[in-house]
């Protein structure tokens, strides 16, 4: 079992920047491929980025890229989403996914690849 607890939400105005963090516990972070989603209110959950074992391949929605960057510490446990140039439709419930053990590498973009999932941190973008 991987535990996943999100942080670093907040509301902020458009044109900001935000950094969420993930925290893991449980398993060997290491061995996991990591992923964010959102999910803004009435609508379905939506990949926004992903990150192979390694960190070495990064993946982005087109609505994010340029403007988000997904990264990895593994000796601390977390995955962190950068997110600058924040517009109004970022506003959503964000979640860490991870997706393992692998013995391969890969980036996943699907949420019925991820095998664990946080409660959620909300980011609301004004404009």
């Known amino acids: 079992q991987v535990q996943l607890v999100e942080s670093g939400g907040g509301s902020v105005q458009a044109g900001g920047s935000l950094r969420l963090s993930c925290a893991a516990s449980?398993?060997?972070?290491?061995?996991?491929?990591m992923g964010w989603f959102r999910q803004a209110p009435g609508k379905e959950r939506e990949f926004v980025a992903a990150?192979?074992?390694?960190?070495?391949?990064?993946i982005y929605t087109k609505f994010v890229k340029g403007r988000f960057t997904i990264s990895r510490d593994n000796a601390k446990n977390t995955v962190y989403l950068q997110m600058n140039s924040l517009k109004p439709e970022d506003t959503a419930v964000y979640y860490c996914?991870?997706?393992?053990?692998?013995?391969?590498?890969?980036?996943?973009?699907?949420?019925?690849?991820?095998?664990?999932w946080g409660q959620g941190t909300q980011v609301t973008v004004s404009s």
């Open positions: 990150l192979s074992v390694s960190g070495g391949t990064t």
């Open positions: 449980g398993r060997t972070f290491n061995n996991y491929a």
């Open positions: 996914a991870a997706k393992g053990p692998m013995n391969y590498s890969g980036t996943y973009s699907a949420v019925y690849d991820y095998d664990y």
